[in-house]
């Protein structure tokens, strides 16, 4: 049971648009944290998406983006892409149990 | 190019001990928080430990506090992790991250990974 709460699946199509959320409690993404995002393609590593909610490591595309409100999160991607679809994490910290915490994950499949 | 290349991963039986090795470079190894994450088969990611670039501050998650100790030898651009007492629960592909930020911290820099398989 993953401190932050994503969708386990979601899908769309070549050019549309899908947000894939990350709820957290008043411990974590309430509490004021940021929230980062990475993707992981099949059988690689994780890689960073998107950090402190919505700022781009170089070299990510602006079909990414990042939201925050409340205790809750987003990553939005438009303009969907066959080589998007990979496996999507939220990340944060924790002030109750002191640790840095994910999601679950979100596989991501491009139809 | 700044680089992380994870070692020492393998099958071993519960209970046994395996060390595992980071080798950094392309950056000021010594002004950074370094970080293992691992992920079992199948599942998602979950944070391990995390280390203070002068081993000041070291972190650890319950699921492996007293049984693993992080640690780092700046003078080689290494990180570690010694594992000990290992349960078939630890099976999982571990990644060194370096962790950046301030009051939120992410890791920007991930190694490839090395499996530790727990297994009689």
């Known amino acids: 049971q993953s401190v932050l709460t994503q969708p386990p699946s979601m899908s769309g199509a070549p050019g549309q648009r899908v947000t894939i959320s990350c709820a957290g409690t008043?411990?974590?993404?309430?509490?004021?944290?940021?929230v980062h995002w990475y993707h992981q393609l099949p059988g690689t590593a994780p890689k960073l998406l998107i950090y402190?909610?919505?700022n781009r490591p170089s070299g990510v595309p602006d079909r990414f983006s990042g939201s925050k409100s409340g205790a809750s999160a987003s990553l939005a991607i438009s303009g969907l892409q066959p080589e998007d679809e990979a496996d999507y994490y939220c990340?944060?910290?924790?002030?109750?149990?002191?640790?840095?915490?994910f999601g679950g994950g979100t596989k991501l499949t491009v139809l | 190019e700044v680089q992380l290349l994870e070692s020492g991963g393998g099958l071993v039986q519960p209970g046994g001990s395996l060390r595992l090795s980071c080798a950094a470079s392309?950056?000021?190894?010594?002004?950074?928080?370094l970080t293992w994450v691992r992920q079992a088969p199948g599942k998602g990611l979950e944070w391990v430990a995390s280390?203070?670039?002068?081993?000041?501050?070291?972190h650890y998650a319950d699921s492996v506090k007293g049984r693993c100790t992080i640690s780092r030898d700046n003078s080689k651009n290494t990180l570690y992790l010694q594992m000990t007492t290992l349960r078939v629960e630890d099976t999982a592909v571990y990644y060194c991250?370096?962790?950046?930020?301030?009051?939120?911290?992410?890791?920007?820099?991930w190694g490839r990974g090395t499996l530790v398989s727990v297994s009689s």
């Open positions: 991250a370096r962790v950046m930020g301030s009051f939120s911290y992410y890791f920007d820099v």
């Open positions: 392309g950056f000021s190894f010594s002004t950074y928080v």
């Open positions: 280390i203070s670039g002068n081993s000041g501050i070291k």
């Open positions: 008043t411990s974590n993404i309430g509490a004021g944290y940021d």
């Open positions: 402190a909610t919505n």
């Open positions: 990340q944060s910290y924790d002030r109750s149990l002191g640790v840095w915490v």
